[in-house]
């Protein structure tokens, strides 16, 4: 198992940034990638990015916003999401997920592991 928590959410105003954190912590399992969704009510997950943890290679959606950032800590096990000039589009609960994958990586089903969620809204 991987465990994975999320922090960094809140209520925040339009045209500021955010960091998001995701803790990993396992005791058996070093997965290949850690990646962020995001998901409105009704929608399906969104991928928004994901790093992989060795080589610390990114990848965002095709459609790349050059507002989201993900990086990675490696001796503090942690992954974070940057999002620069919030809108208020960008409200949504965000998750962390892990895949043990090496390809694709773009779509929830490719993840096996997930976190609660840390829930952003963006005020205007």
């Known amino acids: 198992q991987v465990q994975l928590v999320e922090s960094g959410g809140g209520l925040v105003q339009a045209g500021t940034s955010l960091r998001l954190s995701c803790a990993a912590s396992s005791e058996t399992i070093t997965p290949y990638a850690v990646g962020w969704f995001r998901q409105i009510p009704g929608k399906r997950r969104e991928f928004v990015a994901t790093?992989?943890?060795?080589?610390?290679?990114?990848y965002y959606p095709d459609a790349e916003d050059a507002r989201i950032t993900i990086s990675r800590d490696s001796a503090k096990n942690t992954m974070y999401l940057q999002i620069t000039d919030l809108k208020p589009e960008d409200t949504a609960v965000y998750f962390c997920?892990?895949?043990?994958?090496?390809?694709?990586?773009?779509?929830?089903?490719?993840?096996?592991?997930w976190g609660q969620g840390t829930q952003v809204t963006v005020s205007s």
């Open positions: 790093v992989e943890l060795r080589s610390g290679r990114t």
């Open positions: 997920a892990a895949t043990k994958r090496t390809w694709g990586m773009r779509i929830a089903s490719d993840y096996d592991y």
